[in-house]
């Protein structure tokens, strides 16, 4: 493992300790790394709103981006497949994925609320919309991407239909599928924080909790909820390639 990897994030972090040791950087504005990682310790400890711990905010979070995540993949591949391998399904369903995909997942945020009130069914659907297009529109790509001469062999060959979307459009799509999964996530985890900035009845969730330490004015706090969202997207992000790997043995 080489250091070079870890060394410019360590003179950012020695650097802005130094300026806010020397009182350059203001506190109340921009906590130092230490002030951060006694904030974290709180959270870990005293919770944020007290008594409600930090493992607990990242499990409600998790099952919420798990369960908008897992919509979108179940929706979104088999949608995509189909797209990207008929040009008949492709020239129909096209335009309306073309006209909603513009909308901002956080615009969708009063009317999930209207249509399924606060927690976790309207912060699943918002997370849904957000890892949805991504994973959509990277599996047309893949289709669409598979060289012609592929499916004029299956063709001579007399393949079904069915045999050519199974053995040709599938395996063919499907480097540009975990793309869209790995972007989808991301989007995911953004998008949850919002969706959580709206209310949640359970009173957990890292967006929650975020929320909170703003509310009261715990700037180290809230640094280190985003830091925690965003270890959490990079573990997320490491176990979707690995899995890629053992998935697509070809590459």
């Not at 003179?11 to 130094?18: C, E, F, P, R």
Request: aromatic share 10%; charged share 10%.
């Amino acid at each position: 493992m080489k250091i070079e990897r870890y060394l410019v994030p360590l003179l950012l972090i020695v650097s802005w300790q130094g300026l806010s040791s020397l009182g350059i950087i203001g506190g109340n504005l921009l906590p130092s790394p230490v002030q951060i990682f006694l904030g974290f310790k709180d959270l870990l400890t005293v919770g944020m709103p007290p008594g409600q711990l930090l493992h607990n905010h990242c499990l409600y979070s998790l099952i919420r981006v798990a369960l908008g995540f897992a919509l979108a993949a179940l929706l979104g591949i088999p949608l995509g497949l189909l797209i990207g391998w008929s040009g008949r399904i492709r020239i129909m369903v096209s335009p309306v994925i073309e006209m909603i995909r513009p909308i901002p997942p956080l615009a969708w945020i009063p009317i999930a609320i209207l249509w399924f009130g606060i927690g976790m069914k309207s912060a699943a659907f918002i997370i849904f919309l957000g890892a949805f297009f991504p994973i959509v529109l990277n599996t047309i790509s893949g289709a669409l991407s598979i060289n012609p001469i592929f499916f004029e062999a299956m063709r001579t060959l007399n393949a079904t239909p069915a045999d050519i979307f199974f053995k040709v459009v599938v395996p063919g799509s499907t480097p540009s599928i975990f793309v869209g999964l790995r972007i989808g996530v991301g989007i995911g985890w953004m998008t949850l924080v919002a969706a959580e900035f709206t209310g949640v009845k359970s009173g957990y969730g890292l967006g929650y909790m975020i929320m909170t330490a703003r509310d009261i004015q715990r700037p180290d706090e809230i640094i280190a909820g985003m830091l925690v969202i965003g270890v959490i997207g990079l573990l997320i992000n490491h176990v979707l390639k690995i899995l890629e790997k053992k998935i697509i043995r070809w590459q």
